[in-house]
């Protein structure tokens, strides 16, 4: 459970597993200082795809959040709506915000064009006919985001946001698996984001609960 400096806001629980898109997630609750209960999926173990979390998700992904029994899945949902129950964080433009449109903006970017067009790089897939492909083509797509990076410090300039943890971590693997050029602004802006406290904390907890759940694993697997 995360220490916090927040009023709580009901039962918040996020479903988790280390090395996956969840890793951001959790940052981000480190970040809003927000009360929650964790409760850990086993991918080694395949506990992502057995009956009780499909319960949760049928799709079998993390991160999913349960808050007062109101089930919230997708990355980008997710990260609206824990930055909005915290506000007091200061992580998301308020309504009537000037900044409030491209903070939205950059959220769904993520999901509707960034994620695609990663996936599609990372399979060596052509992308779709320019009339259907929901990013275009990838160059145009990740050369917005390098604008945008350059311009920093952050993707709203020098205020830092919940889209930037969101962004972080993704690019932060992205780099790393080679899928992203590994332009200046990208590197610098990801050891800015991936440097805060709160990020080195909960990638530190994530290290030793990745290698418990390995070693978990893999006595199960001995044992069977």
């Known amino acids: 459970m995360a220490d916090s400096t927040t009023t709580p806001r009901g039962n918040l629980v996020l479903f988790h597993s280390p090395n996956s898109r969840s890793a951001g997630t959790r940052i981000l609750l480190e970040e809003l200082g927000a009360p929650h209960e964790l409760r850990v999926l086993n991918m080694k173990a395949g506990e992502q795809r057995k009956?009780?979390?499909?319960?949760?998700?049928?799709?079998?992904?993390?991160?999913?959040?349960?808050?007062?029994?109101?089930?919230?899945?997708?990355?980008?949902?997710?990260?609206?709506?824990?930055?909005?129950?915290?506000?007091?964080?200061?992580?998301?433009?308020?309504?009537?915000?000037?900044?409030?449109?491209?903070?939205?903006?950059?959220?769904?970017?993520?999901?509707?064009?960034?994620?695609?067009?990663?996936?599609?790089?990372a399979m060596k897939r052509d992308p779709a006919p320019a009339a259907m492909s929901p990013y275009g083509d990838f160059d145009t797509m990740f050369g917005v985001v390098a604008e945008a990076l350059r311009k920093g410090p952050y993707l709203l300039g020098d205020r830092f946001t919940a889209a930037d943890v969101l962004w972080g971590k993704a690019l932060e693997w992205m780099v790393k698996f080679k899928l992203v050029p590994e332009l200046p602004e990208v590197t610098d802006y990801v050891a800015r984001v991936c440097s805060r406290p709160a990020s080195t904390r909960i990638a530190a907890k994530d290290a030793e609960l990745a290698a418990a759940l390995e070693a978990a694993a893999a006595a199960e697997a001995r044992a069977s």
């Open 51 to 121: 009956a009780p979390y499909l319960a949760v998700n049928p799709l079998g992904k993390v991160p999913a959040i349960l808050h007062d029994g109101a089930l919230v899945t997708e990355q980008v949902a997710i990260v609206i709506y824990l930055a909005d129950l915290f506000p007091e964080a200061g992580l998301t433009p308020a309504i009537g915000d000037p900044l409030r449109g491209p903070y939205l903006r950059w959220i769904a970017y993520y999901g509707s064009c960034f994620e695609p067009a990663i996936v599609d790089r």
